[in-house]
């Protein structure tokens, strides 16, 4: 089933005159831009250019008859609808898939172990969200390893357990935090790279 509109057809004729008289203007003033632009190096074969192209064919009103005359189908509009729904989904999926993917990797790097002094560091990463993007890290413990199976958390960046070698350690809890947001950093660049 097709759609005419009959304000369409009452100005097609008028359409076509407009449409006519604003090619004719443009190709006119076209020419003129292009003859003063080269400053007259070229002007005469690119008027016999101008000429040679088949200005009558292009401004029929055949040609452009499908401005004027709209001709749409209930169906078309349906299938166009049906089609812009299901590549927006599936664009937003891959996109939304692909930037979870890249944070559940990069809060997956949450705990290093130093084995020379047998502390376990661990954190919980958080990313950035308006402005900055970035990932930080934050809820940042420290646990000593030389108890057994049973880590114990340190406080104020030494451990708790007066018998233990650990026990004068002073962790500086802001070079930590420093170089953990340098590896997430790293991280986060090298996601970047793969995606």
């Not at 009959?6 to 076209?30: D, G, H, T």
């Not at 502390?119 to 919980?124: L, M």
Request: net charge positive; hydrophobic share 45%; with cysteine.
């Amino acid at each position: 089933m097709l759609f005419y509109s009959p304000f369409s057809l009452c100005m097609s004729n008028f359409a076509r005159e407009f449409i006519k008289e604003i090619f004719m203007k443009k190709r006119e003033a076209l020419i003129a831009l292009v003859s003063i632009a080269i400053s007259g190096i070229l002007n005469e074969p690119i008027i016999a250019a101008f000429k040679m192209i088949p200005w009558d064919k292009i401004i029929s009103t055949e040609s452009w008859e499908w401005v004027s005359l709209p001709k749409v189908s209930i169906l078309n509009i349906i299938f166009f609808i049906i089609l812009l729904v299901a590549v927006y989904y599936i664009a937003y999926l891959l996109l939304i898939n692909r930037k979870n993917v890249a944070i559940n990797k990069l809060k997956s790097l949450n705990y290093f172990i130093d084995d020379k002094n047998h502390v376990k560091v661990t954190w919980d990463v958080g990313i950035g969200t308006i402005y900055n993007h970035d990932p930080f890290a934050y809820n940042i413990q420290f646990f000593c390893l030389r108890h057994g199976e049973l880590p114990l958390r340190m406080q104020n960046g030494c451990c708790q357990d007066s018998t233990c070698t650990n026990c004068s350690l002073h962790i500086n809890e802001r070079n930590v935090e420093n170089y953990i947001e340098s590896l997430l950093l790293k991280k986060q660049q090298d996601l970047k790279g793969l995606s």
